[in-house]
DNA sequence: CCTAGATCCGTCGCATACGACGCGTCGTGC
DNA sequence: GCACGACGCGTCGTATGCGACGGATCTAGG
């Protein structure tokens, strides 16, 4: 019990100090994220409409993990810099799609290598063992947790 | 290294579920956190109060990773509700040392056994080789990145 | 003594992130 | 037809989280 109680302060400080490599500190210095001023969940939702295709805002919520209250905040601001837009379907008035804006579909294209380019090529210069042992242990956590 | 691509998302959605499950709905229903109406990283910062003893504003930040601005914010709304007290230092007054009020004092020894209540659990109840391939997992994470 | 640098702190603006609430819209049962 | 529940959406209040800035304070060098 002792040792639980130990590994779980680990395991806590370890997803700390990844959330702020990974969600925050992901943009390098001089890359497409920087130079557009978009954050990373920015260009998440935005790479899951190009890639999988427009969404309603709760579709995107769920694809992101997020909550519909977040991931409508994040379209409000994509949308007044004119990058996504909304519309509202005609044969549900309930559904609000959401759209990338033309000339963000080509240019996303050329970025698309994704927004955790750092962890991106971390993975790529990983061993298969060093691969293996991160997913997982992320599984099992999950797996743990949702016992 | 198309797989590392799809890894890296896998990850990141990884961590995102994790975030939410440990770090924002950390709180059990009837628990002692939801009865007090404190959020995960009030309770982590007053845990460390108690067990660590009482620390500078930038000592905190240090002890939870997170930026002194954050912590400042946390330590804020703490000293609001009376729970915790700023004393600027006598001897050098640029430092402000954050202590936990007494009634809490005492009141934390019951509660002390974590704010990550829910994780405790999780891996008190999981095999070693659970364990260990959750450890390894993060552990090689946080290695890759500082690569 | 006193200027320069270093250090700590608080604050600001912004972006996430959540739950709760209310509004409009669609289907269903009466 | 029509009330009523279900559903999607936007908004509000609040908390976290960051970088950047400026103010106050100590320390070292002249």
Redesign the interface.
Known sequence: ?V???H?????????????????TTSMEPASDQARSGLTAPQI?LIRSLVVEGSATVTELARR???SHSTTSGIVDRLQARGLVSREVDASDRRYTRVRVTEPVQNYTREIS??P?A?????????SPV??K??????????A??A?
Do not use: K, N, P
Request: proline residues 0%.
């Open positions: 019990m040792d639980a109680f590994d779980a302060e680990t395991v806590m400080a370890h997803l700390r100090a990844l959330r702020q490599e990974l969600l998440g992101l993990s997020l290598q994704g955790y750092r962890l991106t090529c971390a993975l790529a210069e990983a060093e691969r042992a991160v997913l997982d242990g992320l599984e099992t956590l999950r743990l947790l016992r």
